[in-house]
């Protein structure tokens, strides 16, 4: 593989609400979210493991340095808008992964969102009790 001419790769990722820059550059596995340590701004394993996922599909775990900033959403779809990101500047990285990436799933975005609250209703899709009488 030749060397990429760029030293960073930036790609945004989003899922829910969240939205997600990714700065990623070769390294020594040095993960920033916020200004924060990824064990800091994620406390849960299992999200840290789901945001790591592309890294670990190509097989590159501890060779890249990520610099990451999220805004918006809750834990569950930061940790999604983080994930599509990485997958997202790994393509960019290497053209090559994309094959990769893609059969798991990672370069899809997940466009599921919460649906509004309806007027004269209780939620989205919730009525108020009907009485005939």
Do not use: C, W
């Not at 808008?81 to 960019?92: D, M, S």
């Not at 004269?120 to 108020?128: D, I, L, P, W």
């Amino acid at each position: 593989m030749t060397m990429p001419q760029q030293s960073r790769f930036y790609a945004t990722g989003r899922r829910k609400t969240a939205t997600a820059r990714v700065f990623l550059g070769l390294g020594s596995g040095q993960i920033r979210i916020n200004n924060r340590a990824l064990e800091d701004y994620v406390p849960r394993e299992s999200l840290r493991q789901h945001l790591l996922e592309p890294i670990e599909a190509v097989q590159q775990m501890g060779s890249f340095d990520l610099y990451i900033t999220v805004k918006g959403g809750g834990n569950r779809g930061q940790a999604g808008a983080i994930q599509h990101g990485i997958a997202r500047a790994l393509e960019k990285y290497d053209p090559t992964l994309r094959t990769t990436l893609k059969k798991a799933g990672f370069l899809t975005r997940d466009a599921r969102e919460k649906e509004r609250k309806k007027y004269g209703q209780k939620g989205a899709r919730a009525r108020f009790q009907f009485s005939k009488r």
